[in-house]
């Protein structure tokens, strides 16, 4: 079983973090105000499958230019 480390703030958990309250946060949205809200959690969708296929996150750029440091160093 994985299981990811969980001692401090790293950049792929951050993002993995970010997506998470995106994706719920629309949802909840969608139920309570407006189905329109769908498009947001499509995107996150779209921006997961993006870095799966091509390795780049929008999000993980922004979270490293604002100081963010990654788990794993090339």
């Given at each position: 079983?994985?299981?990811?480390?969980?001692?401090?703030?790293?950049?792929?958990?951050?993002?993995?973090?970010?997506?998470?309250?995106?994706?719920?946060?629309?949802?909840?949205?969608?139920?309570?105000?407006s189905p329109y809200?769908l498009?947001?959690?499509?995107?996150?969708?779209?921006?997961?499958?993006?870095?799966?296929?091509?390795?780049?996150?929008?999000?993980?750029?922004?979270?490293?230019?604002?100081?963010?440091?990654?788990?794993?160093?090339?």
């Open positions: 079983m994985y299981i990811a480390k969980t001692d401090s703030w790293y950049l792929e958990r951050l993002t993995w973090l970010i997506a998470g309250i995106f994706a719920l946060a629309s949802a909840i949205l969608a139920a309570i105000h809200w498009i947001l959690t499509g995107l996150v969708g779209v921006n997961l499958i993006i870095f799966a296929l091509t390795g780049f996150c929008l999000m993980a750029n922004i979270l490293y230019k604002l100081g963010a440091k990654p788990r794993l160093q090339k």
